[in-house]
């Protein structure tokens, strides 16, 4: 069930508040996933409080350069999953102060990985990466939702607002 899924993905948290596909600390790119598919589930104290804290987290996770790292390396991939994330839980990357590093915003770090030909690289300087371009458009797409008012990514009729629940079949 769903409740069973949300405990199971609460139980894996890390002492940090995180999440992590492997080791004791929590990593962004799991984490913001996460975070994805806890939205709905948001009007639930628990997952509230589990969802403040990793915001928290990852806030600080933030490198100076806006972006973040996944086992080790600063990526697009990462930068790209915050994104979708915060869209989720109605959190503006472009103006929420607990995203901005210096002044530079996640979405500013997503562009740093753009290539000339429209492409985006896994790393600064890489070579073109299908996972990066895949999930960057995703992460353009969340922000453009966000910003238009329909809602999370994964809710495509436009129904139902971020953190609402949507109950009815085809959810």
Known sequence: TADDCIATLLDLRKEDGGWAITGNLADADA??????????HRDNAEVAAAI?????????????????SSFGVENAESAAQVIIALCGLGIDPATDARFIKNGVTVLDALNAYRLPE???????GGAASESAKAQAFL????????????????LLDG?????????????
């Open 31 to 40: 984490t913001a996933m996460v975070l994805q598919a806890l939205v709905p």
């Open 159 to 171: 129904s139902v607002t971020p953190g609402e629940m949507k109950t009815s079949l085809g959810y």
């Open 52 to 68: 403040d804290t990793a915001l928290a987290l990852l806030s600080s996770m933030q490198t100076e350069r806006g972006g973040f």
């Open 118 to 124: 429209g492409s985006f690289s896994h790393e600064i």
């Open 139 to 154: 992460a353009s797409v969340a922000h453009e939702r966000f910003r238009a008012g329909q809602g999370s990514l994964y």
